[in-house]
């Protein structure tokens, strides 16, 4: 995953249909995250899976600042898959704005991928290795909430998740864009640009909860 500082603003034009309100950590700036997991045992089977992920306030929330992101949820706005048992029980169950894409995975020296939309490239990434962070800081269980809004419907879901063989370092991925009309909505946010910070997890054990109505 990276972590991308945008513009707060043309952050809350993407998502305004949420209903939701991006977290701004400063003035003026809200975050992005963008990512990809691949998935090798669960309930939905083996597939692959990229977010696009806004930091927004709980429901109600106007807090601002880097506390403020600390309590903030991922509104996951992009979440293509390259299966389609996922793709329908992603969005039938929880709400997920999954569609079927292509990827193009690279797990050489340096890790990366491409996702395809209907033949059209959407993003790309290119990860330099980061320095690992002692299994103390990160082995304990974790609980996001995530928001996604399908069909009318803004929803929250909990997830609970144990990490594994996690990296970070500043920067540290290379990103382009294509010509799908998720591209230009990232185009839109400033993107590519710099990240803040990037990481990966070598495994990532997750438990999903109910998906909960709130608007």
């Given at each position: 995953?990276?972590?991308?500082?945008?513009?707060?603003?043309?952050?809350?034009?993407?998502?305004?249909?949420?209903?939701?309100?991006?977290?701004?950590?400063?003035?003026g700036r809200a975050v992005v995250v963008l990512m990809l997991m691949r998935y090798v045992d669960g309930d939905l089977g083996q597939y692959l899976?990229?977010?696009?992920?806004?930091?927004?306030?709980?429901?109600?929330?106007?807090?601002?600042?880097?506390?403020?992101?600390?309590?903030?949820?991922?509104?996951?706005?992009?979440?293509?898959?390259?299966?389609?048992?996922?793709?329908?029980?992603?969005?039938?169950?929880?709400?997920?704005?999954?569609?079927?894409?292509?990827?193009?995975?690279?797990?050489?020296?340096?890790?990366?991928?491409?996702?395809?939309?209907?033949?059209?490239?959407?993003?790309?990434?290119?990860?330099?290795?980061?320095?690992?962070?002692?299994?103390?800081?990160?082995?304990?269980?974790?609980?996001?909430?995530?928001?996604?809004?399908?069909?009318?419907?803004?929803?929250?879901?909990?997830?609970?998740?144990?990490?594994?063989?996690?990296?970070?370092?500043?920067?540290?991925?290379?990103?382009?864009?294509?010509?799908?009309?998720?591209?230009?909505?990232l185009a839109a946010l400033g993107l590519p640009k710099r990240a803040l910070i990037s990481s990966s997890v070598q495994n990532v054990q997750m438990?999903?909860?109910?998906?909960?109505?709130?608007?």
């Amino acid at each position: 995953m990276a972590m991308f500082s945008v513009d707060a603003d043309a952050a809350q034009r993407m998502i305004d249909y949420s209903g939701l309100q991006v977290c701004r950590y400063r003035p003026g700036r809200a975050v992005v995250v963008l990512m990809l997991m691949r998935y090798v045992d669960g309930d939905l089977g083996q597939y692959l899976e990229y977010g696009t992920n806004v930091m927004v306030n709980r429901p109600g929330s106007t807090a601002r600042g880097m506390r403020a992101l600390q309590s903030a949820g991922a509104f996951i706005h992009h979440l293509p898959v390259d299966q389609a048992f996922t793709c329908e029980a992603g969005r039938s169950i929880w709400g997920y704005p999954k569609v079927m894409a292509d990827f193009t995975v690279r797990d050489g020296r340096q890790f990366g991928f491409d996702v395809t939309i209907d033949g059209q490239l959407a993003v790309g990434m290119e990860f330099q290795r980061g320095l690992p962070v002692p299994a103390r800081f990160t082995s304990k269980p974790q609980v996001h909430p995530t928001f996604s809004h399908l069909n009318g419907v803004t929803r929250e879901t909990a997830g609970e998740m144990r990490l594994s063989g996690v990296r970070y370092r500043p920067g540290g991925v290379r990103l382009w864009l294509g010509d799908h009309p998720y591209a230009k909505e990232l185009a839109a946010l400033g993107l590519p640009k710099r990240a803040l910070i990037s990481s990966s997890v070598q495994n990532v054990q997750m438990t999903f909860g109910d998906a909960k109505e709130i608007s």
